[in-house]
C-alpha cells in the first residue's frame, strides 16, 4: 500500500513503512483518583487478599494532533510554524 505524506505532500513507494509524528500537543491536568488501581498481595497466612492504592493524579502532556509522515520528514520532526 502507499500514502500521501501530510507533512510535505510526497507519494511514498509501495512497501516503506509510515510514521507517526505528533505535530501538536497540549497541557493536561489529571485529577486524583482514590482506589485506582487494584493489585493482589498474598497474606502471611497464603490467602491472596486485594489491595487498592490511590492515583495521585498530577500534570503531562496530550496529543492534540498527529500526521501520517514519510521517513525524510519524521527523521527531521514537525514543521515549525
Known sequence: MMFVCQLCG???PPRTPAARVIVTRR???YPFRPN???F???ELSGKI???KSNDP???GWEI???????PT???TGPPSN
Open 10 to 12: 510526497a507519494t511514498v
Open 27 to 29: 497541557p493536561k491536568q
Open 36 to 38: 485506582a488501581n487494584v
Open 40 to 42: 493482589y498481595r498474598p
Open 49 to 51: 487478599k486485594e489491595h
Open 57 to 59: 493524579g498530577g500534570v
Open 64 to 70: 492534540a494532533r498527529e500526521a501520517f509522515a514519510c
Open 73 to 75: 520528514c519524521a527523521a
